[in-house]
C-alpha cells in the first residue's frame, strides 16, 4: 500500500492565507461601489419651530441642500407640537394575558 503525501502545516497555513485575502479582496472587485436603493426619496416630519423664519430661510435649505448634494429627493413636512401625538401611527392593542 502506497502512502500518501498529507498537506502539511505550511502548506495548509499558506493556502489558509490566500484565501482569507481573497475573500477580503473579492467583495470590492465583485460588488457595486455604491448600493442601489429602492427609492431616493426622504420624508421628514418635524416640529414647527417656535421662530417661522428658522424653519423656512435655515432648516428647510439646509435639508434641500443636502438632498441635492446626496442625490435624494427630500420633502421636509412643519407641524405644531400639539399635533405631534395626532399624526403618528396609532398603538396596536396589547396582546391578551400580558399583565
Do not use: C
Amino acid at each position: 500500500m502506497a502512502k500518501r503525501k498529507l498537506l502539511t502545516r505550511r502548506d495548509f497555513i499558506k493556502a489558509a492565507g490566500v484565501g482569507a485575502v481573497t475573500m477580503g479582496v473579492a467583495p470590492t472587485i465583485f460588488l457595486p461601489r455604491q448600493a442601489h436603493g429602492a427609492s431616493k426619496e426622504l420624508k421628514i416630519l418635524v416640529w414647527s419651530h417656535f421662530v417661522p423664519r428658522f424653519d423656512k430661510e435655515w432648516y428647510d435649505g439646509y435639508v434641500q441642500k443636502w438632498g441635492e448634494t446626496n442625490g435624494v429627493k427630500v420633502t421636509v413636512d412643519h407641524i405644531n407640537l400639539a399635533e405631534i401625538p395626532s399624526a403618528r401611527p396609532p398603538r396596536s392593542p396589547p396582546a391578551r394575558g400580558t399583565t
